[in-house]
């Protein structure tokens, strides 16, 4: 089974900090993604990677940066976090190559909220 | 960005009837379909991937519609422990977009 795990569940932290939110798969996906799931809007991409140290912007990558240094581990910067980024953060990691190898496994989700 | 839409429902069904809903796609060269579950505050679960020909798990059968840029879900017999939200995936070379999701609640 593929295990995608993020390093925290819950997080609460303070407007401004710096906040690290780590990714790893075991299963050696290539490809490697950050969404944001808010009511009412679904899932929103932010960041992708289809390789170590490649990255791609989603469609909303302001206010983020990420980090792909090894194959298994995706991390996602909030590098000055602000209340608007209180949400669920959901890391996912897929096989590159075409349906139905590109199906994506997520990890449980890191309820971030920002005071 | 190329758009997948859904019905936000909710669909609210007695237990033991057969639901169906759908799944629209903007991009007519998407390739890839898949239909995902997500129950409240978790995170979303693969249910099944959909095929040219159709696929179908036990109560589930997924179906894609080139013609018409949709792909759908049917449920049969459908229990309580369906509801939850279900999420479409699909696109192609270009990347997969999620749909927001059709929420669907069984009712005893």
């Known amino acids: 089974d593929v295990k995608v795990t993020q390093s925290s569940r819950y997080l609460v932290k303070r407007t401004g900090e710096k906040v690290f939110l780590e990714c790893v798969q075991d299963?050696?996906?290539?490809?490697m993604f950050w969404y944001r799931q808010d009511p009412g809007l679904g899932l929103r991409l932010i960041y992708f990677s289809y390789d170590v140290k490649m990255k791609e912007k989603g469609d909303i990558p302001e206010g983020y940066s990420v980090s792909r240094e090894k194959k298994e581990r995706f991390s996602l910067i909030l590098e000055s976090a602000s209340t608007n980024q209180t949400s669920m953060y959901l890391c996912a990691s897929s096989l590159a190559g075409g349906h139905p190898y590109n199906e994506q496994f997520f990890g449980p989700g890191t309820r971030l909220t920002v005071l | 960005r190329k758009e997948v839409e859904q019905d936000p429902g909710p669909f609210n069904v007695p237990e033991g009837a057969t639901v169906a809903f759908n799944c629209t796609y903007s991009n007519s060269a998407s390739q890839s379909f898949f239909w995902y579950r997500q129950d409240c505050r978790k995170e979303p679960k693969l249910l099944m991937s959909v095929y040219s020909s159709g696929n179908e798990d036990g109560r589930f059968t997924a179906q894609l519609n080139r013609a018409s840029q949709y792909i759908s879900l049917l449920i049969r017999d459908s229990k309580l422990s369906d509801s939850a939200t279900y999420l479409c995936l699909g696109g192609g070379a270009d990347g997969l977009t999620f749909g927001k999701g059709t929420h669907l609640i069984i009712q005893p």
């Open positions: 299963m050696d996906h290539e490809n």
